[in-house]
């Protein structure tokens, strides 16, 4: 009965040490449970912080690739207008080259016209005789010959005249014609007797006698032949009338000679004369007339002297006007005629053998 009641009081603690122990395990399994949960917490957030990293790392791989294809653009932008610009550049560039080419294709036009005209003036000269080609000849020779003349006479053009002169000789040397030996003779001292005259600087001269007339304004006239403007003298009321008769008396001597005055006023025609003697000689060397070059030159100085005080300038003036009176101004007597005598008898001959020779 004793052993009944024992396994009965031992049936009937099972449950309540059951219950014991499952309230003894509860806080153990809780405990692993928390540690599991804060394990897999830290787990969680390692890999939330591995995945912003990553996340983090391709953000700014692709922000540099962005930024380095921004520059790109830009750099493919910037490299694009200076293509343009060049290529504008080009445009205009073909549009010059295709005003010249069109130029050049009327160029070529005008040559292919002309090359046509100096084939027919070949044509022309190959039907020419040699008698009327020589006729021609001739008569350039003498135009040469004449030019050259009247290079001297008129404007004492040596260097003109000598060009001239040499024309003719290498004209002289393509006929080659051993009777114009004479002309070519004659030429010779032509070119020798302009080659020693000396070229005379007209241009020169005339600057110098246009500087004498800017200084004429400078130079001072003679104190005894100005008149000082004179005011009426001032009588006092207390004068008596026999005085104020002999104050306006004026009393001049008649014994002596009397230079001439100019009054104030007509200062000006004193520079001005000598201002138009100058230039009637500038006139005189335009005409290259020197005797009246020589004559005004002259007067000049004398009007110089007669009415300008002796100063620095006056002197200057004077050894100017003295040394332009030294001055050649024409070359007409240079003769060389020589040449354009000589070719005229040996056209003259080669006419009376023609009509001697005609039936």
Do not use: C
Not at 18 to 26: G, L, N, R, S, W
Not at 156 to 182: K, T, W
């Amino acid at each position: 009965m004793s052993d009944k009641l024992t396994a009965e009081k031992v049936q009937a603690e099972e449950p309540q040490k059951k219950a014991v122990e499952a309230k003894q395990q509860k806080p153990a399994k809780e405990a692993k449970a928390t540690s599991r949960g804060s394990l897999l917490a830290r787990f969680n957030l390692l890999m939330i912080i591995i995945v912003a990293l990553f996340v983090f790392w391709v953000w700014q791989e692709r922000f540099v690739e962005h930024q380095a294809i921004t520059a790109e653009i830009h750099q493919v932008e910037a490299s694009n207008e200076v293509l343009r610009s060049q290529l504008d550049g080009a445009e205009k560039t073909l549009d010059i080259l295709a005003d010249r080419q069109t130029q050049l294709e009327r160029a070529l036009d005008d040559l292919t016209v002309l090359q046509e005209q100096i084939n027919r003036v070949e044509s022309d000269l190959k039907g020419v005789s040699s008698a009327d080609r020589l006729v021609w000849q001739l008569e350039e020779l003498e135009f040469l010959l004449r030019m050259a003349r009247e290079r001297i006479l008129l404007s004492n053009d040596v260097q003109g005249a000598r060009a001239l002169l040499g024309s003719a000789d290498r004209q002289l040397q393509e006929i080659n014609n051993l009777d114009l030996q004479p002309v070519r003779a004659a030429l010779a001292r032509d070119l020798m007797a302009v080659n020693a005259a000396a070229e005379i600087d007209t241009a020169g001269v005339f600057a110098r006698v246009r500087a004498l007339s800017s200084v004429i304004e400078y130079l001072e006239l003679k104190p005894e032949i100005l008149v000082a403007e004179q005011s009426e003298p001032e009588l006092s009321a207390d004068i008596s009338t026999f005085d104020r008769i002999i104050a306006l008396v004026d009393i001049r001597e008649f014994d002596r000679s009397v230079s001439p005055i100019l009054a104030p006023e007509e200062r000006y025609f004193v520079s001005r004369n000598l201002e138009l003697m100058l230039e009637e000689s500038l006139l005189a060397l335009l005409q290259q007339n020197e005797s009246l070059w020589r004559a005004n030159l002259e007067r000049a100085d004398s009007w110089l002297q007669l009415h300008f005080s002796d100063s620095p300038e006056r002197r200057a003036f004077s050894t100017e006007l003295l040394a332009l009176r030294q001055q050649a101004i024409s070359i007409s007597q240079l003769d060389i005629g020589a040449a354009e005598e000589a070719l005229q008898r040996f056209r003259l001959g080669a006419q009376q053998d023609t009509e001697e020779q005609s039936p």
